[in-house]
């Protein structure tokens, strides 16, 4: 049985109904560097295929990304560096934004960061670490492209990965708008688990171990959160957009979602689409929200999707069978 990130939390939790800064890296000898996927997958359209793909056809790169001799249009100056969520990697979780981005005209890439040595899947290891490794790509891509400044898109904890690398290492020079897309902007409690799993001896640790580093990293009041949002949500130079759900299944209460300060826009997606029951997991497959991120991106985007209907927990079951592949 395998528990390691996002979905395997919620296999943990219907199994069993039962946050400490890690310093895994603190010893190695150089830096973590960013693994750059270089072989275009196909598009997709749904999360599990998706994880099937990526499972098949192991460091696939979202189709639309990486092509390192883009040049930046007029129209869309600033690349989009995409930041995948926990215990997943680029392709699993932009393979349908990626592409539609592209076709926008956007300069896309996408890497795969904190990776454990041998790793088949990523986001599972310290999140500061991981930024740092966000930081040396985004310098590539501005390299490569000749841009100023990108746009940061982060899912889940890709959110938290790019916003310390704008907010804590420097980054926010370089980074034109962030977005988070079901971002766990003060962590989440996992139906009320979270602070009984804090308040045990050994609990922390315990969780560090059942799920991995950089989940344990996100549970609400965890050092890493506190130190994440200290001094403030947002820094000056930077316009940030929250995108979330109200039926977020990893992120209670869904108001942990939002980011307070200057240049912070927080939507939902059940105010502008009610009955779009999208969460956490659906987030990057759902067309009304990836056409949220566009409209961030570019409030002058023209819509790809109408608002229609999708049941609260949609995904769920498959998520929990794919995060145990």
């Not at 400490?20 to 750059?36: G, K, L, Y």
């Not at 009304?288 to 999708?310: G, H, I, K, Q, S």
Request: glycine letters at 12%.
């Amino acid at each position: 049985m395998r528990f390691r990130g996002a979905g395997a939390v919620v296999a943990g939790v219907v199994l069993l109904m039962s946050g400490a800064v890690s310093t895994a890296q603190a010893d190695d000898a150089s830096p973590p560097q960013p693994v750059v996927p270089a072989t275009a997958g196909l598009p997709q359209s749904g999360r599990s295929s998706a994880a099937a793909y990526a499972h098949e056809h192991p460091g696939s790169a979202p189709a639309g990304s990486n092509d390192f001799s883009c040049t930046p249009s007029p129209d869309h100056p600033e690349p989009v560096v995409l930041a995948h969520g926990t215990d997943a990697s680029a392709y699993a979780d932009w393979a349908a934004l990626s592409p539609i981005l592209a076709a926008d005209g956007y300069c896309v890439f996408a890497l795969n960061y904190g990776g454990a040595p041998g790793a088949d899947s990523y986001g599972t290891e310290d999140i500061v670490a991981s930024a740092e490794e966000f930081g040396r790509f985004v310098d590539r891509v501005r390299a490569a492209t000749g841009a100023d400044k990108v746009d940061a898109v982060g899912y889940s904890q890709g959110a938290n990965v790019t916003r310390y690398y704008v907010n804590k290492l420097g980054g926010a020079p370089f980074v034109d708008h962030w977005v988070g897309l079901a971002s766990p902007s003060y962590g989440g409690v996992m139906y009320g688990l979270v602070p009984i799993v804090q308040a045990l001896p050994g609990g922390p640790d315990f969780a560090r171990t059942v799920t991995s580093v950089a989940v344990s990293q996100q549970m609400q009041g965890s050092p890493f959160m506190n130190s994440l949002n200290a001094g403030g949500d947002t820094v000056p130079g930077v316009s940030y957009t929250t995108i979330g759900s109200r039926y977020d299944e990893m992120i209670q209460p869904y108001t942990n979602m939002t980011l307070h300060g200057a240049g912070a826009v927080n939507i939902l997606i059940q105010d502008r689409c009610p009955q779009d029951g999208t969460g956490h997991f659906q987030a990057p497959y759902d067309p009304f929200a990836l056409d949220l991120v566009r409209a961030a991106l570019d409030p002058d985007a023209t819509p790809l999707a109408r608002c229609e209907f999708v049941p609260v927990g949609a995904g769920i079951p498959q998520v929990i069978l794919d995060s145990n592949r």
